[in-house]
């Protein structure tokens, strides 16, 4: 199930694989797709996925009340698990909607495959993301940090699997990247700005949070692409916020697929905001990341890159992009090549990955130690 272009982002690699395959595969889409003020990104999807996908719209996802979009939820993923026979469910991330896909998927007993488990935020998603690792049965972790830490809230270790960030598969070519960028009529230096609700934040505070981030970058002599935030409690006022940027200076875009984006980032000077590719695929494109407030506050930087900034206040991002955005970025890209992934995949599959045993238990590693530790006294 897919609820906005970045999960849908993450997804995409694993769906490549199944359709190389020639493996049917169901897509229930809702939320952000649908949304018409968020760029409604539904039109993208289809064009990706001509054989072997069958995609199921969730046309009438309320997009303002959290709690009536979970109850909505779970009524209509119950009914799209019936009509479509769904014997297995991915989901990825933090999302409430993930979050409402497992719940009706544990109900009718099928199994649930977690991507990107073990992660860390700062922000209530996080709550989200563990709580769907806690119902779920397989696991796909970014990095060993991730897997420890799935381990370490009670998951049999032989359920979890580290794939690492496959959505850098996406990642098009110099000449492609060009192209792109010729085509939204971009010819100078910018940074992208990608700002999304903070948990806790009153409408007021959110407003003026986002303002304070706009007015610094206003002062700054860059061009900049702004990108709208997902659809958290909260986004009404960002976008009312964004409206205070000099023309003069910004280009808005409504939305862009993962190459695209990935393209657009790749090509910048810095990131702006507190998305989570700030800390996962700005550091491993070379670009140096400023994550504006606390939404990101508990991420694993996974590869320990020195190019990921937090700042709290107006004064701090000025600063902070006034001395590190325009120093050359030196070290080695880790990319993941398609090749690679699907190596991983390939071993990963196998039929038992498939058919996990319903009845969970909680695996105390502590103790399976203290049992071989016993166990090897008690023969010496």
């Given at each position: ?7 849908f982002?993450?997804?995409?690699p694993?769906?490549?694989f ?8 169901s ?7 649908v ?6 990104t539904?039109?993208h ?9 069958h995609?199921?719209?969730?046309d ?13 939820l ?6 799209f698990?019936?009509r479509?026979?769904i014997?297995?469910l ?8 993930a ?6 998927a544990?109900?009718?007993q099928?199994p649930?495959?977690h991507i990107e ?19 779920a ?10 897997k420890?830490?799935?381990i370490q ?13 496959s ?10 990247q060009?192209r792109?960028?010729?085509n939204?009529q971009?010819n ?14 009153t409408?007021?505070q ?7 981030m706009?007015s610094?970058?206003?002062?700054l002599?860059?061009?900049y692409?702004v990108?709208p935030?997902n ?19 910004v280009?808005?875009?409504k939305?862009?697929?993962c ?6 980032l ?6 702006v ?8 695929e700005a550091?491993?494109l ?6 504006f ?9 996974g590869?320990?890159?020195?190019t990921?900034?937090?700042v ?5 991002l000025?600063?902070?992009?006034q ?5 050359s970025?030196?070290?080695k890209?880790?990319?993941?090549t398609t ?12 039929p038992?990955f ?6 969970k238990?909680?695996y ?5 130690r203290?049992s071989?530790?016993r ?6």
């Amino acid at each position: 199930m897919t609820s906005c272009r970045s999960d849908f982002a993450k997804l995409r690699p694993y769906i490549n694989f199944f359709v190389k395959r020639k493996i049917y595969v169901s897509i229930f889409v809702t939320s952000m797709h649908v949304n018409k003020v968020l760029g409604c990104t539904r039109k993208h999807l289809e064009t990706y996925f001509p054989k072997y996908v069958h995609f199921c719209w969730d046309d009438s996802f309320p997009q303002h009340e959290p709690v009536v979009g979970m109850t909505h939820l779970l009524k209509a993923i119950n009914d799209f698990f019936i009509r479509k026979h769904i014997t297995f469910l991915f989901v990825h991330g933090d999302r409430m909607e993930a979050l409402a896909a497992t719940i009706a998927a544990t109900l009718r007993q099928i199994p649930v495959c977690h991507i990107e488990a073990g992660d860390e935020s700062g922000n209530i998603d996080e709550s989200f993301r563990h709580a769907i690792t806690k119902l779920a049965n397989r696991f796909l972790v970014d990095n060993d940090i991730a897997k420890r830490r799935v381990i370490q809230m009670g998951e049999d270790p032989c359920s979890v699997f580290t794939v690492g960030f496959s959505v850098l598969c996406l990642l098009p070519t110099e000449k492609e990247q060009k192209r792109l960028l010729e085509n939204l009529q971009i010819n100078s230096p910018y940074i992208v700005v990608l700002y999304h609700p903070e948990t806790g934040l009153t409408p007021k505070q959110q407003y003026q949070r986002c303002k304070e981030m706009v007015s610094t970058l206003g002062k700054l002599p860059f061009q900049y692409i702004v990108l709208p935030p997902n659809n958290d409690p909260g986004y009404t006022e960002i976008l009312r916020a964004y409206q205070s940027f000099p023309q003069k200076k910004v280009k808005f875009i409504k939305s862009l697929p993962c190459e695209d984006y990935l393209s657009l980032l790749s090509s910048s000077i810095g990131l702006v905001g507190n998305s989570s590719s700030g800390v996962k695929e700005a550091p491993l494109l070379q670009v140096p990341s400023i994550t504006f407030g606390s939404r990101q506050n508990n991420r694993v930087n996974g590869c320990n890159f020195t190019t990921c900034y937090f700042v709290q206040s107006a004064k701090e991002l000025q600063a902070c992009i006034q001395n590190n955005f325009l120093k050359s970025v030196k070290y080695k890209q880790h990319l993941l090549t398609t090749q690679k992934f699907e190596q991983q995949l390939e071993r990963i599959f196998t039929p038992a990955f498939f058919t996990p045993n319903l009845q969970k238990c909680f695996y105390n590693s502590l103790c399976k130690r203290r049992s071989k530790a016993r166990s090897h006294r008690s023969k010496s």
